[in-house]
C-alpha cells in the first residue's frame, strides 16, 4: 500500500514526519485545501512526468502550473504528464496521493522555486485522503530535490 511505503521511508530514515489521514478526500489541490483549511496555493502539488529517457517528479506550489517553454528551456524536451494508467506502476502511488515521498523506484525529485514563498507545505502523503505537513527546507533535505524554475502562476 502507498500510504504504507511512506510511513516505512519515515520510520527507516528516522525523519520527524508524520501522515496525516483525513476523513474526507484531498485527491486534488482544492479537496486538500478544504480538508486542511488552507489556501490551495500552499499544498504542495506533486506531479509525475515522462521524460524521453526518465520520469521525474515535480513539487509545486498548488496554485500554478507547469509553463511549457520554461520545462522545455530546463529539460530541453516537452512536458509529458505520466498517465493515470502508469502512474501507479512508475511512482508507486495512486492516483490523488502521488508525492515525493515511499516512491517504488528511485527518481529524479525537483522543487519549483514558486515553494520558495512559504515556509511549510502540505504535499500528499501517498494516499487519496492524507497529506504531509513539511517546512520547505526540509522537504528539499528528505528528498534531495533540485530546486528549477518551470512553473508560471
Not at 515511499?102 to 514563498?117: A, H, M, R
Request: proline share 4%; aromatic share 8%; with cysteine.
Amino acid at each position: 500500500m502507498s500510504v504504507e511505503s511512506v510511513r516505512k521511508q519515515f520510520e527507516n530514515e528516522n525523519l520527524e514526519l508524520e501522515i496525516v489521514e483525513m476523513d474526507t478526500s484531498t485527491a486534488t489541490v482544492e479537496l486538500a485545501a478544504n480538508a486542511l483549511g488552507v489556501e490551495p496555493a500552499r499544498i504542495a502539488k506533486t506531479m509525475a512526468l515522462r521524460l524521453k529517457e526518465k520520469d521525474i517528479i515535480i513539487v509545486a506550489k498548488g496554485d500554478v502550473k507547469i509553463d511549457n517553454r520554461k520545462f522545455k528551456d530546463n529539460f530541453h524536451e516537452k512536458a509529458k504528464f505520466i498517465n493515470s494508467e502508469d502512474l501507479l506502476g512508475a511512482t508507486g502511488h495512486p492516483v490523488g496521493g502521488v508525492c515525493p515521498f515511499g516512491l517504488i523506484k528511485p527518481l529524479e525529485i525537483y522543487l519549483d522555486e514558486s515553494l520558495k514563498v512559504f515556509d511549510y507545505v502540505y504535499p500528499a502523503g501517498g494516499g487519496p485522503n492524507t497529506c504531509v505537513k513539511i517546512d520547505v527546507d526540509y522537504l528539499e533535505d528528505v528528498t534531495e530535490g533540485e530546486w528549477i524554475d518551470v512553473c508560471k502562476e
